[in-house]
């Protein structure tokens, strides 16, 4: 074999590798990705019913409710035009409270969303981008749905 096809053998192979590691490195990181979805989201049925996903909005006021076993807790999460009802067994974030901003992530389960973790919002001011963005939405939606309630009279 003369040095010219070594030398292109050894880039073919070397490319070949390269092509392979970004493949895995690409698959791992897509296994992995977590989305954020509102609860309009996830009623219109974008968001994926076979791996977790982020649900985010505020915590409905009157929704939260224990069971016995003191660790799990049902509240719904609403961004003002949909509302997703959720289940949490675990310790909630000190800063969890009805009214406030919630960001939970699991999975759906036959409508109820099944929450593995919970952050709520660390202080009066913030608010995560993806919870605001979709809380305006909802808004938007609602208002849209009530002023065309009131105009088929």
């Given at each position: ?17 390269l ?79 009805e ?19 919970v ?7 913030y ?27």
């Amino acid at each position: 074999m003369k040095a010219r096809h070594k030398r292109l053998a050894f880039i073919g192979v070397g490319l070949a590798g390269l092509a392979i590691i970004a493949a895995l490195l690409l698959n791992v990181f897509n296994s992995n990705m977590v989305f954020f979805f509102s609860p309009t989201d996830v009623k219109e049925g974008k968001a994926p019913v076979d791996r977790e996903f982020r649900l985010g909005g505020l915590v409905e006021e009157g929704s939260l409710s224990r069971e016995d076993d003191g660790l799990t807790v049902n509240f719904n999460v609403t961004d003002g035009a949909e509302t997703i009802r959720v289940t949490y067994t675990g310790i909630l974030p000190d800063l969890f409270r009805e009214g406030q901003g919630v960001v939970a992530q699991g999975k759906l389960e036959g409508g109820v969303f099944m929450a593995s973790e919970v952050l709520a919002k660390h202080d009066e001011n913030y608010m995560p981008p993806e919870v605001a963005e979709a809380l305006e939405k909802g808004k938007a939606r609602a208002a849209q749905q009530s002023g065309a309630g009131g105009v088929a009279q």
